[in-house]
């Protein structure tokens, strides 16, 4: 059932790559289905101890507008484990480190056309990372804020962040602190 029974990729770009497979459906017919190849990617939801939590503003040029997100990136890093690319994303996009990590919540963004898994962390006991980091392209115009939890997710729910991995995150933070950060799970 579902098998793939032809493949041929038909754009392969810096970031994604696309293919059209050929299934056969349960009837015996067959479809074609477009298919984005997409790295996996983390987010994180750095929580202070005042209970707040760090906003990233970032220019997306495909809707041409700044949205309010997580820290974030793409596990695109050879040999490098997720919990390994959140924490240099974090470092990255916002100077710091976390002595406490936990996994909040698993995604796949968009899976009627998407491979893309994304991992979203929590990241506690924070302090300022070591090194630095030269930032570019969009990056280079980051917004940073810090805002209560609270105030992020009443955001979430006027509309105003839109972003799935905040508002996945963002969520899945504001549940996790409901039941005093007991029960979550490991971050590998």
């Known amino acids: 059932m579902y098998e793939v029974v032809a493949s041929r990729r038909v754009y392969e770009g810096k970031i994604i790559a696309v293919r059209v497979d050929e299934v056969r459906m349960p009837d015996g017919s067959t ?3 477009e298919v984005v190849e997409h790295a996996d990617a983390v987010a994180i939801v750095a929580a202070d101890p005042e209970g707040r939590v760090l906003l990233i503003r970032q220019y997306r040029h495909p809707l041409g507008s ?4 997580l820290p974030a990136g793409l596990r695109d890093m050879a ?3 997720a919990r390994e690319t959140a924490a240099r994303e974090l470092a990255e996009e916002a100077g710091l480190a976390a002595d406490t990590w936990h996994t909040l919540v698993d995604l796949h963004p968009s899976p009627g ?3 893309e898994l994304v991992r979203v962390y929590l990241a506690r006991d ?9 930032a570019s392209g969009e990056e280079a115009d980051l917004e940073r804020e810090w ?7 009443a955001r979430v729910e006027s509309g105003e962040i839109t972003n799935g991995l905040a508002v996945a995150g963002l969520l899945a933070a504001a549940r996790a602190r409901e039941r005093g ?3 979550l799970r490991a971050a590998h």
């Open 147 to 153: 805002v209560s939890l609270e105030v992020a997710v």
């Open 66 to 69: 700044r949205l309010w997100e």
């Open 113 to 115: 056309m998407s491979t």
């Open 31 to 33: 479809v074609e289905r």
């Open 126 to 134: 924070l302090r300022a990372a070591g090194g630095e980091f030269t």
């Open 181 to 183: 950060f007991e029960g």
């Open 79 to 81: 040999g490098e484990g």
